[in-house]
Nanobody, 125 residues
């Protein structure tokens, strides 16, 4: 499956952005999807996850209550609605997919076989 992320940009603190990740070339419904982010000089960090069998997203503590992940199987797309952005959210955001991941491994980026190219989110104070 190929993933294409989009929607990043430069915003001020408190603003909102919605990221999209369009999938092609595979059976989208068979993939668990996730969002990760990576700030300069830091490791790739788990942000959000949706299992292929469940519509209930799971979030990292740092974004819980501010970010919302959703998926539209008809459009082969996942979204990340980001509200109340702050400078600590500045990073390149990546979408990822796995056909085999188990829930307990959702936070480890090495467990995802497919990655989008990343989209830059910059939040100014």
């Amino acid at each position: 499956v190929q993933l294409q992320a989009s929607g990043g940009g430069l915003v001020q603190a408190g603003a909102s952005l919605r990221l999209s990740c369009a999938a092609s070339g595979g059976n989208f419904r068979s993939y668990a999807m996730a969002w990760f982010r990576q700030a300069p000089g830091k490791e790739r960090e788990f942000v959000a996850f949706m299992h292929r069998y469940s519509g209930t997203p799971n979030y990292a503590d740092a974004v819980k209550g501010r970010f919302a992940m959703s998926r539209d199987n008809a459009k082969n797309t996942v979204y990340l609605q980001m509200n109340s952005l702050n400078p600590e959210d500045t990073a390149v955001y990546y979408c990822a997919a796995s056909a085999t991941i188990i829930y307990s491994s959702r936070g480890n980026p090495t467990n995802y076989a497919y990655w989008g190219q990343g989209t830059q989110v910059t939040v100014s104070s």
